[in-house]
């Protein structure tokens, strides 16, 4: 960010509506009208159906502006809205993009907000389609609404899980939890010495995982070509040990994973022993990886079989026997929900 400031009154709402939206290309022809009318035109083929997610991003709630950087955060509230539609086994084509901001921030610092939500769009081929601008009289607060679609027979609810599918989850877990926990120390290390410089050095793994988080569109991608379709799918926000039992709940069975099977990157393995915390239990309870966890029939094992991108971690059981973790020694313990909670009081993350 540079160091000038031009206070956001200057340019008025239209004004920096209009200023913020106007290098924003359109990727799609089915986005017919973008911004700048009273509503967006979509236009939906034959055959598709359309799937719409909303996610509120909240400072102090869900972002600390001391560590995250503006442009970080708006990709990642990019990210997080297209991890959803992903997890449904669509595509993302358009977005909405609302933002309530106080005086408190710049022209500039919207400016890079919008960076990075452009660096998103990108990348994602998704067209910025709508938005509404309002202040806020203290914090930033951005909501962001995608838009995306499918064929019928390939969308994955959460609801699909039979018993013997196999639990498969990609990439590998832990490692948004651990970046979180490294910024952390780093801003109490600020807090009690100011001036002191952050020691982020060695730890770019986990703090990308934190901070540059990337939605999994080629897991999409691959399974259409593999012609794998998930039998359930959801993506991780709050965590796996979370997710799995929504997956068991709404599809009314139990699972049995593994511990020795949830993958988690050497330098997870290195930051949580550093912090003397147990890795599984990063893996099992850390929240915004936007890994994707789902279930497939045991016919479609060969399919995914030996590629890197996916473990096998356990197999769906019957409901009555709930969601268990067998650990490395062997024993069964029943799993807790105790994924990040935005509603707890008290509670940053
Ligand atoms: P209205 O008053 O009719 O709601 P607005 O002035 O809020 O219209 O919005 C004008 C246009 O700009 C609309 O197309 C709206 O979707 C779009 N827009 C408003 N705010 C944003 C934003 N933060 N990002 C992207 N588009 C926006
Ligand atoms: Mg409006």
């Not at 799995?244 to 593994?258: E, K, N, P, R, T």
Request: charged share 25%.
């Amino acid at each position: 960010m540079n160091d000038n400031r031009t206070e956001l009154e200057k340019l008025g709402e239209f004004g920096l509506i209009k200023h913020l939206t106007q290098y924003f290309k359109i990727h799609h022809p089915s986005t017919i009208k973008g911004v700048g009318d009273d509503a967006a035109i979509l236009e939906v083929s034959q055959g598709d159906q359309v799937v719409v997610t909303t996610d509120m991003l909240v400072e102090g709630v869900h972002f600390d502006l001391m560590y995250v950087p503006l442009k970080h955060l708006g990709y990642k509230s990019i990210v997080v809205n297209l991890s959803d539609v992903f997890a449904m086994n669509a595509t993302p084509k358009q977005v909405t993009v609302s933002i309530a901001v106080s005086n408190r921030f710049s022209l500039e610092a919207i400016e890079e907000l919008y960076a990075g939500i452009k660096k998103a769009c990108e990348w994602y081929e998704v067209d910025l389609v709508g938005g509404d601008t309002t202040s806020s009289t203290s914090g930033l607060i951005i909501s962001v609404t995608a838009i995306g679609f499918a064929k019928p027979e390939k969308i994955a609810t959460r609801s699909g899980a039979r018993v013997n599918d196999l639990v498969v989850v990609t990439g590998d877990l832990g490692g948004a939890y651990m970046g979180l926990q490294i910024l952390e120390r780093e801003k109490e290390v600020f807090r009690s010495a100011p001036g002191a410089q952050p020691n982020l050095t060695g730890y770019d793994y986990v703090l990308e995982r934190q901070l540059k988080p990337e939605a999994r569109k080629d897991i999409v991608q691959l399974l259409a070509q593999m012609d794998v379709k998930p039998t359930s799918m959801i993506d991780i926000s709050d965590g796996l040990s979370s997710e799995l039992m929504h997956l068991a709940d709404q599809s009314f069975v139990g699972c049995d994973i593994y511990e020795e099977k949830i993958p988690i990157a050497p330098e997870t393995i290195a930051a949580a022993k550093e912090f003397n915390l147990d890795y599984t239990t990063a893996a099992l309870n850390g929240g915004e990886e936007y890994e994707l966890l789902f279930t497939i029939k045991q016919s479609d094992f060969e399919k995914i079989q030996g590629n890197p991108n996916f473990s096998v971690i356990g197999h769906i059981t019957d409901e009555s026997s709930g969601c268990r973790m067998i650990t490395k020694a062997g024993e069964a313990i029943a799993l807790k929900a105790q994924g990040w909670n935005a509603l707890k009081p008290g509670e940053m993350y």
